[in-house]
């Protein structure tokens, strides 16, 4: 089966020099084909900051595809903010800040759902629905359909309501009409895999919590999410699809950072099968 890292929320500047280690094995061990960096990398968007991320990015041993957070813009360089407010992001990460992956077996598209006079709330423009959608109408039937932000499209718990992404209920509509089957997000530390209905067609949200940061919220511990897709036999790669069929089945994995073994261990699984049709 095919493998791919979700790491949200790493806030260099604020990282466990234990648990980055421990994610960097457990990237070995597993070696996924792309691994995800759904935003706010950094802490306080610091040259130091990008630097520990880049030098960290490059021991992972795999392609990455990475979008902005909230963090990743300067909050205190006001002349920054206002004027180049990506410009030590794109230093690091290249500067297109939606980047597409596309591979006979995934498509996976980036939104950046930053705004330079927001300080914490994000937000997805018509245009960007739109643009999405197209993408996402154009993908092939053996391609999982991926969409990766920052803020969250859904929340478990009322306190993180106002964390909301604005505009996730028109995003969510035209993503899933147009054939998305995940929803990738970050920001708010939190864990979960959460099935959306009364769409289109049913999608899944993912929101990955805080990777090495100590940023952690009370009694949720460091994680990241594994995902793996394919047919049921569990071939690798591009031979896991025939023909025009759909992935088979796709499984998320919560992975935890386990204190006492200082390595990640997983801790769940949600099997879900992509809807086409």
């Not at 147009?178 to 895999?193: E, K, M, N, S």
């Amino acid at each position: 089966m095919s493998v791919l890292l979700q790491i949200s929320d790493t806030h260099f500047g604020t990282e466990q020099a234990q648990v980055v280690e421990a994610l960097l094995t457990l990237a070995a061990e597993q070696r996924p084909k792309l691994v995800v960096l759904s935003g706010d990398i950094t802490q306080r968007a610091q040259p130091a900051q990008f630097r520990a991320a880049k030098a960290f990015v490059e021991r992972l041993g795999a392609p990455v595809l990475a979008i902005p957070g909230n963090h990743d813009i300067p909050l205190f360089d006001l002349w920054a903010r206002l004027t180049r407010p990506y410009a030590r992001y794109t230093r690091v990460f290249g500067a297109d800040l939606e980047p597409v992956h596309s591979s006979p077996d995934l498509l996976l598209i980036g939104v950046n759902t930053t705004r330079a006079w927001r300080h914490k709330n994000g937000e997805v423009s018509a245009a960007q629905i739109d643009r999405v959608a197209q993408r996402l109408s154009a993908a092939s039937p053996r391609q999982l359909r991926v969409v990766a932000v920052h803020q969250p499209v859904a929340v478990t718990a009322a306190g993180d309501r106002p964390d909301l992404l604005r505009g996730h209920p028109a995003a969510l509509r035209a993503w899933s009409a147009a054939g998305a089957d995940l929803v990738l997000g970050g920001h708010i530390h939190l864990p979960y895999t959460l099935a959306q209905q009364g769409l289109a067609r049913r999608l899944w949200v993912v929101q990955a919590g805080t990777a090495v940061s100590s940023r952690t919220r009370p009694g949720v511990p460091n994680s990241v999410h594994i995902l793996r897709w394919g047919d049921a036999s569990g071939a690798r790669g591009d031979e896991a699809l025939t023909g025009a069929e759909a992935p088979a089945i796709c499984l998320i994995e919560q992975w935890d950072f386990a204190r006492q073994d200082r390595s990640f261990v997983r801790t769940a699984v949600t099997s879900v099968q992509p809807e086409r049709g």
